[in-house]
T-cell receptor, first 111, second 115 residues
Framework: GIQVEQSPPDLILQEGANSTLRCNFSDSVNNLQWFHQNPWGQLINLFY???GTKQNGRLSATTVATERYSLLYISSSQTTDSGVYFC?????????????FGKGTKLSVKP | DGGITQSPKYLFRKEGQNVTLSCEQN?????MYWYRQDPGQGLRLIYYSQIVNDFQKGDIAEGYSVSREKKESFPLTVTSAQKNPTAFYLC??????????????FGDGTRLSIL
């Protein structure tokens, strides 16, 4: 099945800095989801991105399906951005709902 | 407000005991999912259901059981056969797209521990 690798595994930033998180996947997919898990365990869907780029405030995501990677950009980071970021492509390419989750990037934003 | 409600937030299981985790959604979503998360790890799929009275095993279904008698509800039972049940359990739901998966939305989770 599809393999998912996220990098870096850990990231420490000073408040106000920018960052890029990467997600590589081993097979073709027709969409990918990015999630943020806050320190209390709540998981929020940030992006559902079939291809190209989507933006939501200070966050944006780009998926290049032909090269099998996706990037999550965080600009002007805030302490509330801390937590774990997961990418999750569909396990079968996209025809059904099941996702495969990477191990995540743990982000700590210091004041 | 529409959303996914999981209960309880914390649950303790004794040896040899079955426990049931509740998941209810009022988003009118067809599909529901159960995931397990261990410390420092990603989520792994336990069971999923795309329609009432039907469900399929995920990657780690052994020691778990589910039912889908109503569209809104997808309870998960952790049986005594699950030897390492201590974990964070997350329920999710989504609509079903034609030929394409849809965004998944999650409840707040249940933390299960062994006494």
């Amino acid at each position: 099945g599809i393999q998912v690798e996220q990098s870096p595994p850990d990231l420490i930033l000073q408040e106000g800095a920018n960052s890029t998180l990467r997600c590589n996947f081993s097979d073709s997919v027709n969409n990918l989801q990015w999630f943020h898990q806050n320190p209390w365990g709540q998981l929020i869907n940030l992006f559902y991105i079939p291809s190209g780029t989507k933006q939501n405030g200070r966050l944006s995501a780009t998926t290049v399906a032909t090269e099998r990677y996706s990037l999550l950009y965080i600009s002007s980071s805030q302490t509330t951005d801390s937590g774990v970021y997961f990418c999750a492509p569909p396990r079968d390419g996209g025809s059904q709902g099941n996702l495969i989750f990477g191990k995540g990037t743990k982000l700590s934003v210091k004041p | 407000d529409g959303g996914i409600t999981q209960s309880p937030k914390y649950l303790f299981r004794k040896e040899g005991q079955n426990v049931t985790l509740s998941c209810e959604q009022n988003l009118n979503h067809d599909a529901m999912y159960w995931y397990r998360q261990d410390p420092g790890q990603g989520l792994r799929l336990i069971y999923y259901s795309q329609i009432v009275n039907d469900f399929q095993k995920g990657d780690i279904a052994e020691g778990y059981s589910v039912s889908r008698e109503k569209k809104e509800s997808f309870p998960l039972t952790v049986t005594s056969a699950q030897k390492n049940p201590t974990a964070f359990y997350l329920c999710a739901s989504s609509t079903l797209g034609a030929g394409s998966n849809q965004p998944q939305h999650f409840g707040d989770g249940t933390r299960l521990s062994i006494l």
